[in-house]
Each structure stands twice: as C-alpha cells, then as structure tokens.
C-alpha cells in the first residue's frame, strides 16, 4: 500500500475553497511557516509587518471566506486574539455581519478566558502571601 502524498492529506481542507481562496490560504500558511521558523529577530518584524495587503483583496474576493477564517491558526486551536486577527487582515476581507461577529464573540471569550486563568493563578499565589503577612503583622 502507498503512502498519500501531501496533496491528498491536504485536500480535504482546501477541498470547498475557490482559486482566490486558495491564494489566500497559501499566502497565510507561509507566513505561519515563516514566523515558526525564522529567528526572532526577523519573526518579530515580520509578525509586526503581518501578512501583506495585496493578499487581503484574494480573500476578499472569495465565495468560502468562512472556511478561510477558520484555517487561520487562533481559530483552529479556539484561541483567536485580536492581534493574529489584524496581523491576517480578517476585518478587510472578512464580508459577512454573522461570521464577523461569531469572529468577535470567539476572541472576546478567548481574551476573557486567558484573563480569568491569570486572574484565578494571582490569586493562588497572593493568598498564601496574604496569609503569610498576617501572621507577621500580629
């Protein structure tokens, strides 16, 4: 039995995305690529820079745009936050009211989960201190 090559792993997600789409989506994987491997340094200016704009306009004019916002990396592992969002560009290009609202409802959960988790760790660790400079107070 032969071993699929990459083309068939990939096609499933890529499978319902038009050729604008598809621009789109390789133009972002290789950035994703790109800041996973470069040194941090050249990571840091390109994560500041983000995907180009010329790329925003293939996504813009594609008909699977849901599909392309949930290939980006934040909203594959749940976690979206503002900042991946504007560095791919997503309030350009992103056409439809509900799915930029369902978008903007997923990064404030998100947002609001990592501020609760800090939130619950500082207390964790300040109430032992607390309890600690009561003893030495009294």
Same mark, same amino acid.
């Given at each position: 039995?032969?071993?699929? /090559? ?7 997600? &890529? *499978? ?6 598809? +621009?789109? @989506? @390789?133009?972002? +994987?290789?950035? #994703? ?23 925003? #306009?293939?996504?813009?004019? /594609? *008909? =699977?745009?849901?599909? @392309? ?14 900042? *991946?969002?504007?560095?791919?560009? #997503? ?7 509900? %799915? ?24 964790? #660790?300040?109430?032992?201190?607390? *309890?600690?400079? &009561?003893?030495? =107070? %009294?």
């Amino acid at each position: 039995m032969t071993q699929p /090559s990459s083309a068939q792993t990939d096609a499933p997600v &890529a *499978e319902g995305i038009d050729d604008c789409g598809l +621009r789109f @989506l @390789l133009a972002s +994987r290789h950035h #994703v690529y790109l800041l996973n491997t470069l040194p941090l340094r050249q990571r840091a200016q390109l994560q500041q820079l983000g995907l180009s704009p010329a790329y925003y #306009v293939w996504a813009f004019h /594609s *008909e =699977s745009q849901d599909e @392309l916002l949930n290939s980006l990396p934040g909203m594959q592992k749940g976690a979206p936050t503002w900042a *991946e969002m504007r560095q791919f560009g #997503v309030g350009w290009w992103l056409r439809n009211i509900n %799915s930029l609202q369902r978008c903007a409802e997923k990064v404030d959960r998100s947002f609001c989960l990592m501020i609760c988790n800090a939130a619950e760790f500082s207390l964790s #660790v300040l109430s032992p201190l607390y *309890e600690c400079s &009561a003893l030495f =107070s %009294s």
